[in-house]
């Protein structure tokens, strides 16, 4: 079946390390997405690519970075840079002729 | 600069009763609107959504949703709650294609009691 892919679900870090968040689609989007979710505040929208080897800020791009060199893959990390990283992060991508969104299962962030 | 409403944080029901969650958005020009679910620890399920023409659209699980301009409003319904229904749902609202430029609400948790 097709979807999207996100690993690790669960993760943990120590103040001022990096760390690397993986999204893989085989639903053959052009359009990949990386949302933060914290309680009460719903999806916020990190960074976005709508096409290989390009990427544009969403509202809170700092202290994180990422990369498209395939189409399948969005990978997203999250820097020593970012001053609470301890959130649920979605990754998604977009059905264009629709404009549906379609999602990972999530990866929890724990700093230490 | 386009927003949306989900004015209940949380909301009770009893297994059996009538749903209905409420949904306001602020767009200068006809949105693209979506209803999404999401079970605890979990991504998004997309429910329904609407694009054009009849107002009253139908989802997945039995819900619906009905687009109402003159009210900027896009409730979500359901006749009768089954106790799987519980989870957090979130309105988001955008221009053609969505993506980048959708702006999602702060959800509303729902409760089912048995």
């Known amino acids: 079946d097709g979807g999207i892919t996100q690993s690790p679900k669960y993760l943990f870090r120590k103040e001022g390390q990096n760390v690397t968040l993986s999204c893989e689609q085989n639903?053959?989007?052009?359009?990949m997405y990386w949302y933060r979710q914290d309680p009460g505040q719903g999806l916020r929208l990190i960074y976005y690519s709508q096409i290989v080897n390009d990427f544009q800020k969403g509202d809170i791009a700092e202290g994180y970075s990422v990369s498209r060199e395939k189409k399948e893959s969005f990978p997203l990390t999250v820097t020593s840079a970012q001053k609470n990283p301890t959130a649920f992060y979605l990754c998604?991508?977009?059905?264009?002729?629709?404009?549906?969104?379609?999602f990972g299962e999530g990866s929890r962030l724990t700093v230490l | 600069a386009q927003s949306v409403t989900q004015p209940d944080i949380h909301i009770t029901v009893s297994e059996g009763a009538s749903l209905e969650l409420r949904c306001n958005y602020s767009y200068g020009a006809t949105p693209y609107l979506f209803w999404y679910v999401q079970s605890p620890g979990q991504g998004l399920q997309l429910l329904l959504k609407y694009f054009s023409g009849d107002t009253l659209v139908q989802g997945i699980k039995g819900f619906e949703a009905e687009f109402k301009r003159s009210q900027s409003s896009f409730n979500l319904r359901k006749p009768s709650v089954h106790w799987s229904d519980a989870a957090e749902y979130f309105c988001a609202v955008g221009p053609t294609g969505g993506g980048n430029k959708l702006t999602f609400g702060t959800g509303t948790q729902l409760k089912v009691e048995l």
């Open positions: 998604a991508s977009l059905r264009t002729n629709t404009g549906e969104l379609f």
């Open positions: 639903l053959n989007h052009d359009a």
